[in-house]
Structure formats: structure tokens, C-alpha cells
């Protein structure tokens, strides 16, 4: 268990801190989850909803408002608890857990991860060959290169930057959405009056939705993000060593992570919106991956909406990579007490970095073996959605307790959501394997 001096370093007196610092700083808003939200629409993430517009048509848009308030609920928690111990996910859950469940946790997490940044990796090379008519494999190794580099080489703060002006690469999916015709009545007819289709393929992409719509790598990014806050403000402690900053912070972090899961959901709809008045409508109705989606809306939608939505695959890839490996390297660096933080330097935090370089060279590699890159995909979502289920469920129990928020426990309505949101997992996950059998 961690001691007391552990969870509250010493750091400038909490008193000594002018009035005027604990009014919210709107330049401190847009943060660790405008970022979180914005890499959950990465490459795999943009294939996902890019079969369900083109498979169902507008079919399935409701699935978007119904996890907004729960992804929203979830990643509002793993934030709070970041913020308030100073410790990740996976370095709360070891000090209040046993080490071996952390362990599982962590281990089944490096593996989602490291297919996911090998498939995301896939999809960019992909769609810069279709853009530029040249071999995809060397784009694959630059991006992997130049992922695994701009982590370990920048300090937190100027890659924070990089990460948040990266974000506006899902503009290009708003773009694209304006470039084709939408039957807006029929389009808010799938938003507004859910439908569901009992049979298996209806019920798998459910499923696939919800897993990658609240994935557990968002939730160890998120709070470790926070912690990193902490950690490189020289008059910063972490919440329950400083309470009166509770009321500020707590605020910042609701705005940040609303902003960031209103993103990650209008932009996965405009996705589903354009694939389902273009695809889905001239008889496309299977999609395997994300440059598939950009190269199949030539025809329909013209050279440039194909040419903006190849474009904005690897925008979201460059952002979505670094968060991968960047939550394995905390998860694992936490969970065995390593030193970690994208502040240090590399040779103070070797494993750490070193994990980073791992997960992105083995998941570039894949792309050269005989391993089907969609097939592991489909594994990954699995493994995801089951590592989900406990993985948030230990969440909400870490944050109703008093020994490890200090005043900060979750209550109330957002308590509920995170328990709903838990709850809409598991299912997702029984209605998972009962398709499958």
C-alpha cells in the first residue's frame, strides 16, 4: 500500500497559491480528453463504423446517443481518479488490489493494444498508397518510426500540444459529410427512434460499436494523463492532498471530457451518416477496413471526399497510435512500480519508453506476417470487451471508496452512469458470445 508521503508529495503549501489560480483556467480545458476522445476515432474505430453505415445504413446511428452519456460517465471517473490519487489506473489498482489481478488486467490490455496499433499502422499505409500510388510498406514503417519517435523524444507538454492540434484531423469527417447528400429525415430517424434486429449480425456490430466506443485503453490513458498533469505543474498535488482545488478541477475535467466524447461521437456518426448515403444506398455492403471505406466513396462521393476521408485515416492514426502504446506503456509501467512519464527522460525511464517502442515495432511488424490484420482485429475487439467488463467494474469500485478518493468518492448521477455504462458492457459481452455459439 502506498504510503502517505507517497500520495502527497511536497510541493509548494496549497495556501501560498493565489486566490486568483483557483478560478477555472479556460485555457486549461482542452486537455487529456478532448485527446482520449478524439484517438477513439482511430483507423480500426473508423472501419467499425464505416461497415455499420455502409452493412445497416442509418439503422444504427441511435447506437451514438446511447453511448455518449456512458462513455462520457466512464472516462469522467478514470479522469477523477487519475486526478485525485496522482497515480494512474493501473497504479491505484495496485496499491489498493492484489498485484496479480493487475497483472492479468495489464497483460490482456498489451495485447488489444499492440493488434490495434498494428492494424491502425495497416489502415495509414494503406491510405497513403491509395493517395499516392506508391508502395504502402514504407509508409507503414515511417509512420511506426515517427509514432514511437515524436513519444519518447518530446516532453509531455509539447507532445500534449502536438496530440491536441492533431485532433483536427476529424474535421475531415465533417467535410466529407457535407460532400455527399443526406436524407436528414431518414438519418434522424436511425439517430432518434432506436431499432434493433435481433439476429447475429445486427447484434455483432452492436457489440462492435460498443467496444470500440468504450475501450478499456482510453479509460489507462485518460487517468494516467491526468496524473502526468499533476505531475509536471510544479504547484500542482493530486486532489486529495489539496481538496480546495477540488471544486476547479473537477469542473475542468467535466468540460474536457464532454467536449472530447461529443467529438468522438459526432464524428463517428458523420461516418456512419456518409458511408450509409453512399455506400449502404448504391448496394456496397461490406467494408473490411478503413481505406477500403475512403477507396469504395470514389465512385459515389467523388475524387475529393475519397481523397479527404483517406486523409483523415491517417491524421486519426498518428494520434491514435502513440495513445496505444503510450496506455500499455503506463498500464505495465504502474503496475510494476516502474519510473513513468512522458516528462522523464528516456534514460531515467527505460522500460517505460521502452514498452512504447515494443508495442509499435511488434504491431508494425504483423503487417508482415501471414496474420490476417482484420482477423486480429476482430480478436482485439473480443479481448477488449471482455477486459472492459472487470476493468470497470474495479473503476467504480476504486472510486466509491474513501481511502482512495479522500473526499472525492463518486456519487450521484454519474455513479449511476458508470454502473449503467458497466452493466450495458457485460451485456454487450453475453450477447457477444451467445452469437457466437
Given amino acids: 500500500m502506498a504510503s502517505a508521503s507517497e500520495d502527497c508529495p511536497v510541493r509548494p503549501a496549497p495556501s501560498s497559491v493565489p486566490a486568483r489560480q483557483r478560478k477555472l483556467d479556460w485555457r486549461r480545458v482542452i486537455g487529456p480528453g478532448l485527446i482520449t476522445g478524439a484517438s477513439d476515432d482511430d483507423p480500426s474505430g473508423i472501419a ?59 497483460a490482456l490490455l498489451l495485447a488489444a493494444n499492440t493488434i490495434n496499433i498494428g492494424a491502425n499502422l495497416g489502415a495509414m ?18 509512420y511506426a518510426l515517427f509514432c514511437a519517435a515524436a513519444e519518447v523524444l518530446l516532453g509531455y507538454q509539447a507532445y500534449a500540444r502536438i496530440l491536441k492540434w492533431l485532433t483536427l484531423a476529424l474535421l475531415s469527417y465533417v467535410v466529407t459529410l457535407f460532400m455527399v447528400h443526406i436524407p436528414w429525415v431518414r438519418a434522424a430517424h436511425g439517430l432518434l427512434l432506436p431499432r434493433i ?36 505543474n510544479p504547484e500542482d498535488v493530486p486532489l486529495k492532498c489539496d481538496p480546495q482545488e477540488g471544486r476547479v478541477e473537477l469542473k475542468r475535467i467535466g468540460l474536457d471530457t464532454v467536449i472530447g466524447m461529443a467529438a468522438s461521437n459526432l ?60 496506455s500499455a506503456a503506463y498500464a505495465l509501467g504502474e503496475a510494476q512500480r516502474w519510473p513513468v512519464g512522458l516528462d522523464r527522460k528516456p534514460s531515467r525511464a527505460k522500460a517505460f519508453y521502452g514498452t512504447i517502442i515494443a508495442a509499435t515495432a511488434i504491431g508494425a ?50 455513479l449511476w452512469l458508470g454502473w449503467l455504462a458497466t452493466l450495458v458492457m457485460a451485456a454487450a459481452v453475453v450477447a457477444m458470445a451467445v452469437t457466437a455459439v
Avoid at 499505409?125 to 515511417?142: E, I, Q, S
Avoid at 471482455?386 to 466509491?400: E, F, H, K, R
Fill in 365 to 414: 511488424l504483423m503487417n508482415f506476417t501471414p496474420i490476417d490484420p482484420i482477423r486480429a482485429l476482430v480478436i482485439s475487439a473480443v479481448i477488449n470487451g471482455v477486459v472492459a467488463v472487470p476493468v470497470m467494474v474495479i473503476m467504480m469500485l476504486l472510486a466509491m471508496r474513501k481511502r482512495v478518493m479522500g473526499v472525492f468518492t463518486v456519487g450521484g448521477p454519474l
Fill in 197 to 232: 434486429v435481433w439476429n447475429q449480425e445486427s447484434l455483432m456490430m452492436v457489440v462492435a460499436i460498443f467496444g470500440t466506443t468504450i475501450s478499456p485503453y482510453l479509460f489507462f490513458w485518460q487517468a494516467s494523463q491526468e496524473a502526468e498533469e499533476v505531475k509536471g
Fill in 267 to 326: 464524428v463517428a456518426l458523420a461516418i456512419i451518416f456518409t458511408t450509409a448515403a453512399t455506400l449502404n444506398h448504391n448496394g456496397v455492403f461490406d467494408i473490411r477496413t478503413s481505406a477500403d471505406a475512403a477507396a469504395a466513396l470514389r465512385p459515389f462521393a467523388g475524387e475529393y471526399a475519397s481523397l479527404i476521408f483517406a486523409l483523415g485515416i491517417v491524421g486519426t492514426g498518428l494520434l491514435a497510435v502513440p495513445v496505444l502504446a503510450g
Fill in 125 to 142: 499505409a494503406d491510405a497513403t498508397a491509395m493517395v499516392t500510388h506508391l508502395p504502402g510498406p514504407a509508409f507503414l514503417l515511417a
Fill in 48 to 106: 467499425t463504423y464505416s461497415q455499420a453505415g455502409a452493412q445497416f445504413g442509418y439503422g444504427l446511428a441511435w447506437t451514438m446517443v446511447l453511448t455518449f452519456p456512458l462513455m462520457s460517465a466512464v472516462q469522467m471517473i478514470s479522469a477523477r481518479i487519475g486526478r485525485v490519487t496522482g497515480h494512474g489506473l493501473a497504479g491505484t489498482l495496485v496499491r489498493h488490489y492484489p498485484a496479480a489481478l493487475a497483472n492479468v488486467l495489464v
